[in-house]
């Protein structure tokens, strides 16, 4: 079943990943915190708060800021749900298996030791692995709140207007763009695959397949990413990020900004 089930699973992977683009595009026009705030203050705000988190060495101080970061998705209308499976759940996968050897390298006063040998965990070395997987946690979710309730197009004009360079900008853009080219370019293609075989595939075929796929997709994406850039020259793409809404700072704005930056410099202050 998952050998004969591996173009679907496939290309439902890739739904699945064009749909939570789509998702994040709706939160991102709902009517909640940070939808409110004008973009720039979104940068600036959520990433002082995240300097905040690389800064402070208290482990109390970060598991505040991871809760400060839970009420802002709250009052945004973003599910906690959707963050425990997109962000939580990835992050603690990663991070804890380069934190858990921590739990026994790092030297201190011992916990447990086993058949008496040098393995053992430590006091400290428990608060090492807990301080990195709460500091990558705290930093991924204020990083994910910007892209889910900013759209893509706000966040790289914000950018510009706090002189990022001109190159950084169009790297991001083009990088965003021709990725869902890609999922979809790589959808179709399995989806045709899918239409034209008949009965189960063995190991070593599909295989063979898969590889084939991953060399014409490898192609494509050369040919693509000139069509991509001479359809952007074509409509008057320079570098520059354009859209009909302009940005502008009201009283509310200026509150937000003024609340960010005193949350993360006492935070970093008192977490140093």
């Known amino acids: 079943m998952a050998r004969a089930g591996f173009l679907t699973s496939t290309m439902l992977g ?11 595009e709706q939160i991102a026009r709902q009517a909640g915190l940070l939808q409110s705030l004008d973009p720039r203050v979104r940068v600036i705000g959520l990433f002082t708060m995240v300097l905040a988190v690389l800064l402070s060495r208290r482990i109390a101080v970060i598991v505040a800021l991871f809760f400060v970061a839970v009420i802002i998705a709250i009052l945004s209308r973003v599910g906690v749900g959707m963050l425990v499976k997109r ?8 991070t804890g298996v380069i934190a858990f050897p921590a739990i026994f390298l790092t030297p201190g006063d011992p916990v447990a030791a086993f058949a008496g040998g040098p393995l053992r965990i430590t006091v400290q070395g ?3 692995a807990t301080l990195l997987i709460a500091r990558v946690e705290t930093a991924v979710t204020f990083t994910s709140l910007l892209v889910l309730c900013t759209p893509w197009t706000h966040v790289l004009k914000a950018l510009r207007t706090f002189r990022l360079p001109q190159e950084a ?6 990088t965003h763009r021709y990725i869902f080219l890609l999922v979809e370019t790589a959808g179709q293609m399995f989806e045709s695959r899918q239409s034209r075989t008949v009965g189960l595939l063995k190991g070593a075929a599909g295989r ?3 590889a084939r ?24 793409f320079r570098g520059e990020i354009r859209i009909l809404s302009d940005f502008h700072m009201r009283s ?13 410099s006492l935070s970093a202050w008192v977490g140093r």
Request: proline share 0%; glycine share 8%; hydrophobic share 60%.
């Open 126 to 128: 428990v608060q090492t």
């Open 14 to 24: 890739f739904t699945r990943a064009l749909a939570r683009a789509m998702v994040s």
């Open 169 to 174: 900008v169009m790297l991001l853009a083009m």
């Open 252 to 264: 509310w704005d200026y509150l937000g900004l003024a609340a960010f930056l005193a949350a993360g």
């Open 87 to 94: 962000v939580w759940l990835v992050v603690l996968g990663f």
């Open 208 to 210: 063979r397949i898969t």
């Open 213 to 236: 796929s991953a060399g014409v997709l490898l192609s494509k994406s050369i040919e693509l990413s000139n069509e991509v850039y001479l359809a952007m020259q074509s409509r008057g």
